[in-house]
């Protein structure tokens, strides 16, 4: 079985300040890792997403994320935040059914980034 | 222009009536899905489909139903709504090359939020 741990429910950071959004996974076979973000009243985007090579990913607006397997995880970073990257950020893993027969994706339970000003 | 669009937006539908979610993609993309999402967790799969006229059981399929009537069109269809299916639901679409090779970058539509009274 497969499952992704975001254990931070809530963040708030200050305009301009560093961020980190934690992400742990647990798999059996190679994963592949997403990070999407949902702005209010909108559906989910894709930021980044990695499978193989550097463990550093680069995304959107700025987001990069680093996947470590040796410690299971896929953290999403950003230098300097803005306001308007307050939204709920899903940690997403890809794998195979025990059948092999169709790729499930479990999501996170989010993380809500609130950035004051 | 939005290519996964969900209608309605919003609904308030009552015990025991029936709810019909719809979706429609312009991505050309085979595979669509119903999700659902609930406050502090996570996305979870009710139904998807890989052809026209042919739907599968996701995670928690029971008292959803689907139908694919076209590769463009998906809906989701409550036939006694109950009031523990008050969520939101996320209509998605994927390429079938993508979701083979493992990648399965979902394109979102904004969601339904769905209130049973």
């Known amino acids: 079985a497969q499952s992704v741990t975001q254990p931070d429910a809530r963040v708030t950071v200050s305009e301009g300040a560093s961020l980190q959004l934690r992400c742990k996974y647990s798999?059996?076979?190679?994963?592949?890792l997403f990070w999407y973000v949902q702005y209010p009243r909108q559906g989910l985007q894709l930021l980044l997403k990695y499978y193989s090579g550097d463990p550093v990913v680069q995304g959107v607006n700025g987001f990069e994320a680093e996947f470590s397997k040796s410690n299971s995880s896929f953290h999403l970073r950003k230098a300097s935040v803005h306001w308007s990257d307050s939204a709920v950020y899903f940690c997403v893993l890809s794998g195979f059914m025990l059948s092999g027969s169709f790729n499930k994706l479990t999501f996170g339970a989010g993380t809500r980034l609130a950035v004051c000003p | 222009e939005a290519a996964v669009t969900q209608s309605p937006r919003s609904k308030v539908a009552v015990t025991g009536g029936k709810v019909t979610l719809s979706c429609h993609q312009t991505n050309n993309h085979d595979y669509m899905y119903w999700y659902r999402q609930d406050t502090g967790h996570g996305l979870r799969l009710i139904h998807y489909?890989?052809?026209?006229?042919?739907?599968e059981k996701g995670d928690i399929p029971d008292g959803y139903k689907a139908s694919r009537p076209s590769q463009e069109n998906f809906s989701l269809i409550l036939e006694l709504a109950s009031l523990s299916q008050t969520a939101v639901y996320f209509c998605?679409?994927?390429?079938?090359?993508?979701?083979?090779?493992?990648?399965?970058?979902?394109?979102f539509g904004a969601g339904t939020r769905l209130s049973v009274l």
């Open positions: 798999s059996s076979g190679t994963p592949y």
């Open positions: 489909s890989y052809v026209a006229d042919s739907t």
């Open positions: 998605a679409s994927s390429d079938a090359t993508d979701r083979e090779m493992g990648e399965n970058t979902l394109y």
